[in-house]
């Protein structure tokens, strides 16, 4: 999928799990109204059904039916989000993900094994196959994401990683490189 075939209208920001309020949560908030203020381009953010397991089988037939991912859609991926923006474009075209804090398996943890999403192996040729751009956020200092599953998920899915070595796992209250890597996936903001 090129770049010409269709320009990206809207962003969707899927958040980890165990987020709450997800307008008031970390970066969310933030980067959904600068994102509104673009032209002819909308942010999506919701309340996640089942917020703190984040399951897979709840979790992507939200983002089909209710915030309407589809090939005009940069999905931004937070942590479980991540994994949620992964599995969905194994399936499905959309113009972009954006992963932060991406990982690859359930790192042993009760609640992210039964998620659902590290229940088989990852699809990694569909998701860059369904994917116009894929850009990666992730940091060597991440409490809770070992850096070699990140580094794993640039290498396989052939990301533009953005990688740093102090912003943990992302939950500062804005995020200003990543609203720069929106804006230039938008044609009208080049």
């Not at 070595?165 to 209250?173: C, E, I, K, Y």
Request: net charge negative.
């Amino acid at each position: 999928m090129s770049g010409a075939e269709c320009i990206p209208v809207k962003a969707v920001i899927i958040p980890g799990n165990g987020a709450g309020n997800v307008e008031r949560c970390l970066w969310y908030g933030w980067t959904k109204k600068r994102l509104e203020k673009i032209p002819n381009f909308r942010c999506l953010l919701k309340n996640m059904p089942d917020p703190f397991t984040a399951r897979e089988n709840i979790w992507l037939p939200f983002m089909e039916s209710e915030l309407e991912c589809d090939d005009k859609t940069i999905i931004i991926g937070h942590s479980s989000g991540a994994a949620a923006a992964m599995r969905f474009a194994e399936t499905h075209k959309v113009y972009a993900i954006i992963l932060v804090s991406a990982y690859t398996s359930d790192l042993g943890d009760e609640n992210e094994k039964e998620s659902g999403y590290f229940s088989r192996p990852w699809q990694w040729e569909k998701i860059k196959n369904n994917c116009g751009h894929i850009i990666q956020f992730g940091s060597t200092d991440d409490p809770f994401l070992p850096w070699h599953e990140q580094q794993l998920v640039a290498e396989v899915l052939s990301a533009e990683l953005h990688k740093y070595t102090d912003r943990g796992h992302f939950q500062n209250t804005e995020f200003n490189e990543l609203l720069s890597a929106v804006k230039k996936l938008i044609p009208a903001t080049s």
